[in-house]
């Protein structure tokens, strides 16, 4: 058992359990045999990557040997937890859990496909597989580097990459080229001018029958913050009192991050570690109500509909909201909006 020496450790660790518990009792639909599986060269040499271009270490021996920039705990973090994902769980999961609903829900042959927070391309490798293209967008270069190393070790051909933000990309690329947007775990990163702006250019550029999807969104209307500060409803807090209840939260690094900083500052970066989301941005962005709006069947009822199963969390926090609605007799957006994360299909129409 690794011996907890600090604050900061703690908080390490309670990033690794949320990692862990996210989707305890999750089954996916298992993945098609033709998947490509790396070979253990192919592994290695993805391994050796992400130790020095993500998480920036010459050498994974590096990595061991140091005693300065990481704790104990987070070296242990890293090698437990983030590096597997990297390696194996996010790809897995892209494959068994979100590829199933989104071919259900839009089918992805023949379409293309702009994705917005590639970060190190799990997901787009992942979907290259099951469309016709996909252009992989992210602000991070280092993750954009370590996306075209994956796609490269797993023969996918058909992808690009754009090194931009989601302000900027669709005055960057070709009109009527893409079928389907999806902003894959990153609007939760955005400031909420910046959600506002990409949200409306992702709109306009799209034509009618064309979709928006959103993905692993933190929900800012789901009780806890399993993403960010490891409270219950800091996601629901205005951010001036979220930057000053900060300081209770488990991992101290985040607080530490602000310490010094303008208000101004502090806000970019608390959204840079992430903040929840809801249906407000994009009745906002879209100058509509959701009611208004088409919306194709939402992650979770896939999953109940298809599987019979849904986090336990989920399940109550939807309950909970569909029987306050029903007292209070007012319209109830659509039940995506109600998990743990907003993973939502939008259709376009006339």
């Not at 600090?6 to 045999?33: E, F, I």
């Not at 602000?139 to 051909?157: D, F, S, T």
């Not at 039940?335 to 743990?340: V, Y």
């Amino acid at each position: 058992m690794l011996k907890l020496t600090s604050l900061r450790d703690k908080g390490v660790a309670l990033l690794s359990r949320a990692y862990k518990t996210l989707y305890k009792g999750w089954r996916g639909q298992r993945a098609p045999d033709n998947y490509k599986t790396l070979d253990r060269s192919s592994e290695n040499e993805l391994r050796a990557a992400l130790f020095k271009h993500y998480y920036g270490f010459a050498s994974e021996e590096d990595f061991q040997n140091d005693r300065v920039r990481l704790t104990q705990a987070e070296k242990e973090f890293i090698l437990n937890t983030d590096l597997p994902a990297q390696l194996f769980s996010r790809i897995k999961t892209t494959r068994e859990r979100i590829i199933p609903w989104l071919d259900d829900q839009v089918s992805l042959s023949g379409k293309k496909i702009l994705e917005i927070g590639a970060g190190t391309g799990c997901a787009a490798v992942a979907l290259a597989e099951k469309c016709d293209w996909v252009t992989a967008v992210d602000i991070e270069a280092k993750g954009l580097q370590l996306a075209e190393i994956r796609a490269n070790l797993y023969g996918v051909k058909n992808i690009d990459f754009m090194n931009t933000n989601a302000t900027e990309v669709f005055d960057a690329i070709e009109p009527k080229k893409y079928k389907i947007v999806i902003f894959y775990a990153c609007l939760e990163h955005m400031t909420m001018d910046e959600r506002i702006v990409a949200l409306s250019k992702a709109w306009k550029y799209l034509e009618a029958d064309d979709y928006l999807i959103i993905i692993e969104s933190p929900n800012r209307l789901f009780w806890y913050d399993s993403h960010t500060a490891f409270m219950p409803f800091f996601h629901t807090l205005p951010y001036e009192l979220a930057l000053k209840y900060v300081k209770h939260s488990p991992r101290p690094a985040l607080a530490k991050s602000l310490e010094g900083l303008s208000q101004e500052d502090a806000f970019v970066r608390l959204s840079r570690w992430g903040m929840g989301f809801g249906y407000q941005e994009i009745e906002v962005a879209l100058e509509t109500t959701v009611s208004r709006l088409r919306f194709m069947e939402d992650l979770v009822s896939f999953e109940l509909r298809t599987r019979h199963f849904a986090l336990e969390e989920d399940a109550l926090n939807r309950k909970t909201f569909k029987r306050f609605f029903e007292i209070r007799n007012i319209e109830m957006p659509p039940i995506g909006f109600f998990n743990l994360n907003v993973d939502i299909i939008l259709q376009k129409t006339l």
